[in-house]
C-alpha cells in the first residue's frame, strides 16, 4: 500500500505513506476484532440492524478509521469521507486519501467495511465495484478545505 500511496506524487512523504499504510491495515484488523466481524458484511449489516450485533455498519468502519488515522496529523496526505449509492438501500461509505489538495479524483479507497476488516485499498478511479463520491466531512471531524478546524 506505501507504494500505491508513493505514485500518487512526488510530493508525498515517504514515511507518511509508510505509517498510513500500516496503521490503516493495522487498525482495520482491530476494528474486525472489536465488532465482531463476519465474512460477509452484508450479514453483518443485517445483524447489526437486528440488534443481535452491536456494531459493524460500513460508515462505522469509516468512521473510527477516520478518528485513528486524524491522530496521526499527516502534513502531505490528505483524508476525505467517500460514499456510493447515496440514498440508497445499498449506500456505502468509507475514506478517501489523496495529496494534500488534490481532492478524491486522484486518491486511493480505503475500505475496511468491504473484506471485514482486510482492508481494500486501490486508486479510485480502478475500483470497479463503487462509483465514489466526496460525502464533504460527514462525520465533522475533517478541516474545512484549505484551513485548520
Known amino acids: 500500500m506505501k507504494n500505491l500511496i508513493m505514485s500518487l506524487d512526488s510530493k ?7 505509517n ?3 496503521k490503516s491495515i493495522e487498525y482495520s484488523f482491530q ?3 472489536k465488532y465482531k466481524a463476519i465474512s460477509s458484511p452484508w450479514i453483518q449489516n443485517t445483524l447489526v440492524n ?9 460508515h462505522e468502519w469509516a468512521e ?8 496521526q496529523n499527516y502534513k502531505t496526505l490528505e483524508l476525505y469521507t467517500i460514499g456510493a449509492n447515496i440514498g440508497y438501500l445499498n449506500e456505502h461509505n468509507a475514506l478517501a486519501v489523496s495529496v494534500k489538495g488534490e481532492g478524491i479524483e486522484k486518491s ?4 475496511a467495511w468491504r473484506y471485514a476488516g482486510d482492508l481494500y485499498f486501490e486508486k479510485i478511479r480502478e475500483d470497479k465495484k463503487y ?3 466526496e460525502r ?10 484549505g484551513g485548520k478546524k
Open 12 to 18: 508525498v512523504n515517504e514515511e507518511e505513506a509508510r
Open 20 to 22: 498510513l499504510s500500516l
Open 31 to 33: 476494528l474486525s476484532k
Open 50 to 58: 437486528m440488534g443481535i450485533k452491536e456494531k459493524g455498519l460500513c
Open 64 to 71: 473510527d478509521l477516520l478518528k485513528h488515522l486524524l491522530k
Open 108 to 111: 486511493i479507497v480505503l475500505d
Open 131 to 133: 462509483n465514489w463520491k
Open 136 to 145: 464533504f466531512n460527514l462525520y465533522g471531524l475533517l478541516p474545512p478545505r
